[in-house]
């Protein structure tokens, strides 16, 4: 971890302080770290608003004034920063919970709901509800289908090859 910037803490911890000790107090980041982590670190912290140390005087008082009303304020780049990071795809690791990863598993391997549900210790109707879920994110509607996808996602191994 990079040595803190401010003397002692930095600026995410100095928000998260101030938030969880004076949580009436908005907080409005001025730094020059625009990166993707460090907005997003700084808004889970508590902040407000978020500029960068080029804002205009006059933008930088009407955004003052805009934090102490509540409102949220972004520089225009971090606020462009953080549409992009939301309207990026979730990793497809994360598309699936390891519980659904483990259904999908046994399914490739051609077990039946039934057999499925015994090996894992749940019932039947948990494996349906485990598939149902599976298929909506994937946006499939059969179990073969699901199979596929997870596969061409790199949430499953290809199937192994006969030597």
Not at 27 to 49: C, M, P, Q, R
Not at 74 to 102: M, Q
Not at 104 to 120: F, I, K, S, W
Request: glycine share 6%; charged share 20%; no cysteine.
């Amino acid at each position: 971890m990079p040595p803190p910037q401010m003397p002692g803490l930095d600026g995410v911890g100095a928000t998260r302080q101030i938030s969880a000790r004076l949580p009436t107090t908005r907080v409005l980041v001025l730094t020059t770290y625009d990166t993707d982590d460090d907005i997003v670190n700084a808004v889970e912290a508590g902040a407000t608003g978020y500029l960068l140390k080029d804002t205009p005087r006059a933008v930088l008082v009407d955004a003052v004034r805009a934090a102490a009303r509540g409102e949220t304020v972004l520089a225009p780049p971090v606020a462009a920063k953080l549409v992009s990071r939301l309207r990026a795809p979730a990793p497809a690791a994360s598309l699936l919970t390891p519980r659904e990863v483990e259904v999908l598993r046994a399914v490739a391997r051609g077990l039946t709901n039934a057999d499925l549900g015994r090996g894992l210790f749940i019932s039947e109707a948990t494996v349906k509800t485990h598939l149902i879920r599976v298929f909506t994110k994937l946006g499939v509607d059969d179990r073969t289908r699901a199979v596929t996808a997870a596969m061409e996602l790199g949430l499953l191994p290809p199937p192994a090859t006969a030597r």
